[in-house]
């Protein structure tokens, strides 16, 4: 069975510093990882997935198999970032597993 | 498109009643997924549908939970009666086929007030 793993309910940092997200999962077979971004009150959105490789609004993200992990990354934290953040594992079927979300506040 | 449209935004009903949550999913797209979101357990998979049949309920917490999809442009999610721990936001999603390439577009939600 698959299983996402984000152990930060929320995590607070003030502007201008780096920011991760942290996220693990657990799959047996080539996993496909996304990070979902939700504003306040406002529909889940995709924000990145590995197999693009892409950077989107500063974040990045790399998939290690070796730990199995896929961490958000963004090297200056600034106030439009903060939002809940999903972790997301597509795992051969036509679903996603979601982790429990972390909320990223960014202090000004 | 103007995406995957829900229906209503807010809800406040009494426990006991039923409650129905309406979706339209992106047209095209031939799979459609309801979630809930919750504070205590985050984002969770109720059920998906693919070319309007019912793909895995597993999700579905109890016999009071029901979903239909009778076309391909409309899907309903229906409990009753309804109970206060129902409280969360019902989330409806579509895709296109080869998910992997392309994603999972949801809706804005339905909030959900049993009380």
């Known amino acids: 069975a698959q299983r996402v793993t984000q152990p930060e309910k929320l995590l607070s940092v003030f502007k201008g510093a780096p920011v991760e997200l942290k996220c693990n999962y657990s799959?047996?077979?080539?996993?496909?990882l996304f990070w979902y971004v939700q504003y306040s009150r406002q529909r889940l959105q995709l924000l990145l997935r590995h197999i693009s490789r892409e950077s989107i609004k500063g974040f990045t993200a790399d998939l290690n198999k070796g730990e199995t992990s896929f961490h958000l990354k963004k090297p200056f934290a600034q106030e439009e970032d903060s939002a809940m953040y999903y972790c997301a594992l597509g795992a051969g079927s036509y679903q996603l597993t979601f982790g429990k979300g972390t909320k990223l506040s960014v202090i000004p | 498109d103007a995406g995957v449209i829900q229906s209503p935004r807010h809800e406040v009903t009494e426990m006991g009643q039923e409650v129905t949550l309406r979706c339209k999913p992106i047209?095209?797209?031939?799979?459609l997924f309801w979630y809930r979101q919750t504070m205590m357990r985050g984002l969770e998979l109720l059920i998906y549908f693919n070319n309007n049949v019912p793909i895995d309920d597993s999700g579905m917490p109890e016999d009071r939970f029901s979903a239909k999809m009778p076309n391909a442009s409309f899907s309903t999610l229906k409990i009753q009666p309804s109970e206060p721990r129902d409280s969360a936001v019902y989330f409806c999603?579509?895709?296109?086929?080869?998910?992997?390439?392309?994603?999972?577009?949801f809706g804005e939600g339905s909030w959900l007030t049993v009380v």
């Open positions: 799959y047996s077979g080539s996993p496909e």
């Open positions: 047209s095209g797209h031939d799979y």
């Open positions: 999603a579509s895709s296109f086929e080869e998910w992997s390439r392309n994603t999972i577009y």
